[in-house]
C-alpha cells in the first residue's frame, strides 16, 4: 500500500509572522529606496571656470555697444568719452546694465544674471575690462585686420569704433581664465 506523505508547508502561525517581519521591513526600505530616488536626481552645479567666463561674455554681448546708441553707426562725438566708459547714472545693480561697458563696475563675486550668488564659485572673482581699441580701416564685412586688437591703451584711449571686452576669472588673486573678444560700431 502505498504511503501517503504529508504535505509541507506553511502555518498560519509562520504566515502571520512573515507578514509581521515584512511589514517592519518595508518602511526602511521604501525610505531608503526614495533617498537612492533623490540622489540620483540631484543635479550636481558644473564648476568650470571657462563656463563662468563664456556665460558672461555671451551677456555682455547681448547690450548695446554704447551708452548713446539709439540705432544706426555711432559717430565719435556721440560716443562714451574713454574715461567715462562703466556704469552708467542709476546703473547701480547688473540687472540695470544696458551696454557693454557698463559691466566694468560688476560685483566681483561670481553671481547670475539676476544678482544671486553663485555658491559653486565662491572662490573665484570675475573682473571685466572694456577698451575702445585703434581701428585700421571700415571696410565690412570686419575682419581681424580691422582693428589692432593688441592696442588697448589704458591711461590715453582714443576713441574709437572698437571695443575690447576681456573677462577674466581669478582664484586666490591667479588667472585662471580669461576670454576676449571685440565689438565694433556697425
Ligand atoms: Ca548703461
Ligand atoms: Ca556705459
Known amino acids: 500500500m502505498k504511503k501517503v506523505r504529508p504535505q509541507k508547508g506553511f502555518t498560519l ?5 512573515m507578514i509581521i517581519i515584512a511589514g517592519m521591513a518595508m518602511p526602511p526600505l521604501v525610505a531608503l529606496l526614495i533617498l537612492i530616488n533623490q540622489e540620483s536626481t540631484t543635479i550636481i552645479p558644473y564648476v568650470e571656470p571657462s563656463v563662468l567666463a563664456i556665460q558672461l561674455m555671451e551677456e555682455i554681448k547681448g547690450k548695446k555697444w554704447d551708452e548713446n546708441w539709439i540705432g544706426g553707426k555711432l559717430e565719435d562725438a556721440d560716443k562714451t568719452s574713454p574715461g567715462s566708459l562703466g556704469a552708467d547714472s542709476g546703473e547701480s545693480t547688473r540687472t540695470l546694465y544696458d551696454d557693454m561697458d557698463d559691466y566694468i ?5 561670481p553671481q547670475d544674471i539676476h544678482g544671486n550668488n553663485l555658491p559653486q564659485y565662491q572662490d573665484y572673482r570675475v573682473t571685466v575690462g572694456v577698451y575702445y581699441v585703434r581701428g585700421l580701416g571700415t571696410t565690412l564685412p570686419l575682419n581681424p585686420g580691422s582693428f589692432d586688437f593688441s592696442s588697448v591703451d589704458t591711461t590715453n584711449p582714443p576713441v574709437s569704433n572698437y571695443k575690447r571686452i ?21
Open 166 to 186: 576681456d573677462v577674466t576669472i581669478t582664484k586666490n588673486s591667479q588667472v585662471v581664465y580669461r576670454v576676449s573678444t571685440v565689438a565694433c560700431n556697425y
Open 13 to 17: 502561525m509562520e504566515l502571520l509572522i
Open 105 to 109: 563696475n560688476i560685483n566681483p563675486i
